[in-house]
Each structure stands twice: as structure tokens, then as C-alpha cells.
């Protein structure tokens, strides 16, 4: 049962690459979201996908672009990453977008420094 | 100012003893209510989750709303060492919308 994968754990950029973040769920959900979380200011949303073809920005979505590739599969792309985007990155599912039924399941999480 | 505060502590406790833990919100449209539990290095997973004022227990722990203070709270009775992580309260507005996320709280239970 493995719920929801994050790719990688771990990734070290210098300012101006490029790269992305893979996330995959298994237990057929609706609902993806890109968070990242940073010491003080808690979790922050920066896209999300209601549902299979549908995207939107969230609260922080400035230098990022998301593909909802198919119902499993939703990836968060940094064009070129900047120091600022230095922090720990979670991808979540749920069931439906209100999370009423069994909350937002959480992946494990990519832990991104940005030199 | 945020929809949903939270202190972030640390909150420090011995073993055994009651941890209280709290959100405040400004938005009188949050009506269903969730608290996550989140280990080091770890996301965030499902603690609780309630729908209207009153209390709801499960096992050792008790959430409490109370919509007229916008005010929730997370009680940990017989705390222990594993219950050590930061715990966040997260909120939602009516089905259908997304939920908004305190900062967390961060628990240290002391043996």
C-alpha cells in the first residue's frame, strides 16, 4: 500500500537549473495538490488538480508549472530555480477536493536546496 | 493576517501529562475541521477530523470546536514519547473547497 511517491527524496540545483518533481498516488484519487512547507510559514499550496485535466494556482504558484499527466500522476516543474525555492516540497491526494472523506494523504515529501 | 493561526511552540511537556493545543480563525465560513500529525522528515498524515461544534474522542485524544470563539482545540491525554511531532489544524469552508492549514504547532513530550 503505498499511497502517494515523491521523486526524488532529496536534490541539490544551482540557481538557474531546472527540474522536476515527480508524484504518483495509487489509490485512485480525484484530487492532487503541490505544497511546500517552510520553518514559520507552515504549509503553503502552490497548484493543485481537482481532477484528471484540470490545474490551478494556489497561494505560492510564482516559478513553478505543474502537468496532471494522467489520474495518477501529477509533477511539479521548476524552470530555473532560484535560492528562494529552497525548501521541503509535498505532494498530497484526496479523494474529492474538500478532503472530507479521508483528509489530504501526504507523500513523504523532496527536500530541494537551491545554491 | 492568516485565516488560521497557530502558536508554533515548541510545546514542551513531561510523559503523562495533558497536551493542549489550539487554532484560531477569522473566517466564520470554515465549518469542518481536521488536525494532522506530522513526524520529522515526515508529511503530514490524518489525525482527527470533526464537522460541527462539540467535542469528538478517539482513543487518548479529543478534539473540541467552538464555532461562536472560532476557536478549535486538540487535547492529548496520558502523553507519550512518540507523540512528539508538529500537529496541525486545517480547515474547510463548505465541500467542495480546499482545506487551509495552520502553521502547526511543534510537541516535545519528555520522558
Known amino acids: 500500500n503505498a499511497g502517494v511517491t515523491q521523486t526524488p527524496k532529496f536534490q541539490v540545483l544551482k540557481t538557474g537549473q531546472s527540474m522536476t518533481l515527480q508524484c504518483a498516488q495509487d489509490m485512485n484519487h480525484n484530487s492532487m495538490y503541490w505544497y511546500r512547507q517552510d520553518p514559520g510559514m507552515g504549509l503553503r499550496l502552490i497548484y493543485y488538480?481537482?481532477?484528471?485535466?484540470?490545474?490551478d494556482k494556489g497561494e505560492v504558484p510564482n516559478g513553478y508549472n505543474v502537468s496532471r499527466l494522467n489520474k495518477r500522476e501529477f509533477s511539479l516543474r521548476l524552470e530555473s530555480a532560484a535560492p528562494s525555492q529552497t525548501s521541503v516540497y509535498f505532494c498530497a491526494s484526496s479523494e474529492e477536493l474538500s478532503g472530507l472523506s479521508d483528509g489530504y494523504t501526504f507523500g513523504s515529501g523532496t527536500r530541494l536546496t537551491v545554491v | 493576517q492568516k485565516e488560521v493561526e497557530q502558536d508554533p511552540g515548541p510545546l514542551s511537556v513531561p510523559e503523562g501529562a495533558i497536551v493542549s493545543l489550539n487554532c484560531t480563525y477569522s473566517n466564520s465560513a470554515f465549518q469542518y475541521f481536521m488536525w494532522y500529525r506530522q513526524y520529522s522528515r515526515k508529511g503530514p498524515e490524518l489525525l482527527m477530523y470533526?464537522?460541527?461544534?462539540g467535542n469528538k474522542e478517539d482513543g487518548r485524544f479529543t478534539a473540541q470546536v467552538d464555532k461562536s470563539s472560532k476557536y478549535i482545540s486538540l487535547f492529548i491525554r496520558d502523553s507519550q514519547p512518540s507523540d512528539s511531532a508538529t500537529y496541525l489544524c486545517a480547515m474547510e469552508k463548505a465541500a467542495g473547497n480546499k482545506l487551509t492549514f495552520g502553521g502547526g504547532t511543534r510537541v516535545l513530550v519528555k520522558p
Open positions: 488538480s481537482a481532477s484528471e485535466g484540470t490545474t
Open positions: 470533526t464537522y460541527s461544534s
